[in-house]
């Protein structure tokens, strides 16, 4: 257990204060919002587990050029929330819910892994609501390998302490490599407990059936595709058949980084997703109102 002054100088305030929360009554659940910064709206989705804390390092630098919304999924604050039959559609009427209540027209989605699945999820459904999507960490499916087995067999059999050694390996793995140090791994682990099991098993449920490898629908806004080089739970073939789920995609391999590249390299990640609105979105808008000129 690693003390509350050590906690600070790893990971100084690892989610930047909001600059507003709501609690938004959604028809599922009631949802903890946050927003930051100022600029063109981007949405974010957290991943599986940690809610939007964990992606603290990207939100920081994300603020400095967009004004960054986000929220916390059923289950994060209140496990008791979620319901057996929880599906994607469900988390897709949330955020649907949640951008009416902002009252964002065609603001940029990004989704960090589970985050970036319900984010192609949602494009796909609702293929004029947004300006464009932007995913870190996801493929067109869900990849049935050791890992993922693993980790759903410890998540439904045994209670993971944030400071067992063994159980922080996964997030150094994770992480592609020794990019950190024990007590930031631990730091990482207890953020992401922070999320109840449960939560997490009901979680992994749903992405088990997220497949687009037979999709005929395409993303039609444009996309934005990044994959950490030593990405253990997304294989090259898996995030290269992303491609063919959009009409106009990019696609960046992260060098060195691993599945959390959010929290390895987050100014990295804010530079590719800030060039490619401003430089690829906006030129889009611009030719759009062209041809409606034409």
């Known amino acids: 257990m690693i003390s509350t002054d050590a906690w600070n100088s790893i990971f100084t305030s690892l989610c930047p204060t909001p600059d507003h929360m709501d609690f938004v009554s959604l028809s599922n659940y009631t949802a903890r919002t946050a927003t930051w910064g100022q600029g063109p709206p981007l949405v974010i989705l957290p991943g599986i587990a940690g809610g939007f804390e964990l992606l603290g390092p990207v939100i920081r630098e994300l603020s400095k050029s967009f004004k960054v919304y986000s929220y916390q999924y ?66 067109s499916k869900f990849e049935r390998g050791m890992i993922q087995r693993l980790a759903a067999l410890i998540l439904s059999y045994y209670q993971l302490p944030d400071t067992n050694p063994l159980v922080n390996q996964f997030f150094r793995l994770f992480l592609g490599g020794k990019t950190f140090s024990n007590e930031q791994i631990d730091a990482i682990a207890r953020v ?16 088990k059936h997220f497949n687009l490898s037979n999709c005929r629908r395409k993303i039609a806004v444009p996309s934005l595709f990044l994959k950490g080089q030593k990405d253990i739970l997304l294989s090259q073939e898996n995030f290269a058949q992303l491609q063919d789920v959009s009409t106009q995609s990019e696609m960046h391999i992260l060098g060195g980084l691993g599945h959390l590249a959010f929290m390895q ?30």
């Open 74 to 139: 059923q289950g994060e604050d209140n496990f008791f929330s979620v319901r057996n039959s929880i599906s994607f559609s469900d988390f897709e009427q949330d955020l649907d819910e949640l951008l009416e209540f902002w009252n964002l027209e065609k603001p940029n989605l990004f989704g960090a892994s589970f985050g970036g699945a319900l984010a192609l999820k949602y494009t796909l459904s609702h293929p004029y609501r947004l300006g464009s999507v932007i995913t870190q960490g996801t493929g």
């Open 192 to 207: 992401c407990w922070s999320t109840d099991q449960a939560v997490i098993r009901s979680r992994l449920r749903i992405l």
């Open 265 to 294: 390299s987050p100014e990295l990640i804010a530079k590719i997703i800030s060039d490619f609105v401003f430089n690829t979105v906006e030129n889009s808008d611009v030719q759009s109102q062209i041809n409606k000129s034409a």
